[in-house]
Nanobody
Framework: VQLVESGGGLVQAGGSLRLSCAAS????????MGWFRQAPGKERDVVAA????????YYTDSVKGRFTISRDNAKNEVYLQMNSLKPDDTAVYYC???????????????????WGQGTQVTISS
């Protein structure tokens, strides 16, 4: 499975961005999807995740109410709508896929099998 992110950029605090991740080379419905981020000097942590059907989502506390993850299985794409952005959201954002078995390890980046190359998101204050 190949994953390609797009949509990153530089925005002012309070602004919005929409990240997209296009998947190819596999059956998209067979994968739960996640968005992770990694800031300089920090670990790569989960931001949001979604089950293969889109029926269950997960958000890390710091983005609840501001970010929304969604997917379009017909287009083989997953999205991350980011609103009310803060300087602390600055990071490289990665899209990742894991086999759609259980969802309980969705916060563990070791559970994900495939990763995109990342897209830079920079929020200015």
């Amino acid at each position: 499975v190949q994953l390609v992110e797009s949509g990153g950029g530089l925005v002012q605090a309070g602004g919005s961005l929409r990240l997209s991740c296009a998947a190819s080379g596999g059956t998209f419905r067979q994968y739960h999807m996640g968005w992770f981020r990694q800031a300089p000097g920090k670990e790569r942590d989960v931001v949001a995740a979604i089950t293969w059907s889109g029926s269950i989502t997960y958000y890390t506390d710091s983005v609840k109410g501001r970010f929304t993850i969604s997917r379009d299985n017909a287009k083989n794409e997953v999205y991350l709508q980011m609103n009310s952005l803060k300087p602390d959201d600055t990071a490289v954002y990665y899209c990742a896929a894991k086999q759609a078995t259980h969802f309980t390890d969705i916060t563990d980046n070791r559970a994900f099998d495939y990763w995109g190359q990342g897209t830079q998101v920079t929020i200015s204050s």
